[in-house]
């Protein structure tokens, strides 16, 4: 499976997607004709129209998946899948509710490119269970897409020394889930991405890199650069399968 | 009803329920027995005795509702409730397991005092759609308590000046969840709480306050002692009754 998995989708003082241009048009290969996922968000068309606009000068033509009564139809003829960042409690429901669950697997199974930021990064693992985001709608079962059998934490931020805030930082809230849940985490610093193909899978951007947490172990740090393919092998185990 | 629901349970430099030690005690008045719900952290044993310990002084003899089989069948006994922090959906999680829900909400209804800190003041809603915690598990709903008919955000926090992370500020957040519900959310700040008896609501602890959300308005500013019982009416919507 080819997957880019962004951190996030907009790095300070740049446009949208530009600090992870180059390395999108890389992935995106020939792929001419993208279907994205606007569902994290609540303007679909404002959303989908933003996106065809980053990709306009790589000569893409984007797609919005909510344009079609039944959007899994508009799989066949796309040759990348970009599931856009929001909400992902939001987009999740979505996808559960439009069937894009098995779809978006198969199609990408057989050979279109996933790419994903923030939420729709969330999408490719397993579970929601590591979202930063509020649960503002209840979706029918946490489990996602399971494009890699372990979880990412999207927009991982290391605790702020001297903050007298009283709630869990974000490593806190990772030991929560390893508390009940035997699944490895990597949590991918702003302006990171995981790029995965011919069964390898690598970390790219910025220097800050990222963190592996694995149950009952100290976290180990990744750079640009670092392979992670060992990440691809192996089953999660979940406190229960429907995720 | 009679609630005591803070924002937090412990302020920088004080030990466990110190900042709202005076507001407990007048809350608690002649209760002597109170059942402490521990299933937010993992430790249910160091959990409750750390409670126990906060309680002594008070003349409060405290009994984790973990030690029995039923744990409902503790709630007779018990003149206060304490649900106390952790990640909100492992709580949500061990109540509706428990059968815990229709049983509290029968308790306090009958008389007994709710206290709740943090996850466990996200329990009084109707929803936990305005936690801030990660989703570790999946509760079989996202329906709680609703022992008022409004959603709270503990631990509000405000937008961080000159932040360059890209992930949401809670005021987004809640943005997000009043583009998907129609319910007001109450933003309490670290340090504050609400009480509610008689019939009234009101703010309470540091001068930081409070800030509330309603859908298509602007979020309004409470201070210490400002009254709130208007939020005591009104139905909640949201956009699916399972919560």
């Excluded at 997957?3 to 995106?28: F, K, V």
């Excluded at 606007?38 to 990709?55: I, K, L, N």
Aim: charged share 20%; glycine share 12%; with cysteine.
């Amino acid at each position: 499976m080819r997957l880019l998995l962004l951190s996030n989708s907009t790095a300070p003082g740049h446009g949208y997607l530009d600090h992870a241009r180059a390395e999108i048009a890389d992935a995106l290969g020939g792929a001419r004709r993208l279907l994205f996922v606007p569902w994290a968000q609540a303007d679909h068309d404002g959303y989908t129209a933003r996106v065809a606009e980053a990709f306009a000068p790589l000569g893409v033509e984007v797609t919005g998946a909510h344009t079609a009564g039944r959007p899994a139809s508009l799989l066949d003829a796309a040759d990348a899948v970009f599931v856009g960042g929001g909400n992902s409690f939001r987009l999740l429901t979505a996808l559960h509710r439009h069937g894009l669950i098995d779809a978006i697997r198969a199609r990408v199974a057989a050979g279109a490119l996933y790419l994903g930021s923030s939420a729709g990064t969330n999408m490719a693992c397993p579970t929601l269970r590591t979202t930063n985001d509020m649960p503002i709608v209840q979706p029918p079962s946490f489990g996602a897409l399971g494009l890699v059998p372990f979880q990412i934490n999207p927009h991982y931020l290391d605790p702020v020394p001297g903050s007298t805030h009283m709630g869990e930082t974000r490593a806190q809230r990772i030991k929560e889930f390893h508390e009940e849940n035997d699944v490895p985490v990597l949590g991918l610093r702003e302006g990171t991405w995981l790029r995965a193909g011919d069964g390898r899978l690598t970390l790219g951007g910025v220097p800050a890199g990222a963190v592996l947490f694995r149950r009952g172990q100290e976290p180990v740090e990744y750079g640009p650069g670092a392979e992670l393919s060992e990440l691809l092998a192996g089953e999660p185990a979940f406190d229960s399968p429907q995720g």
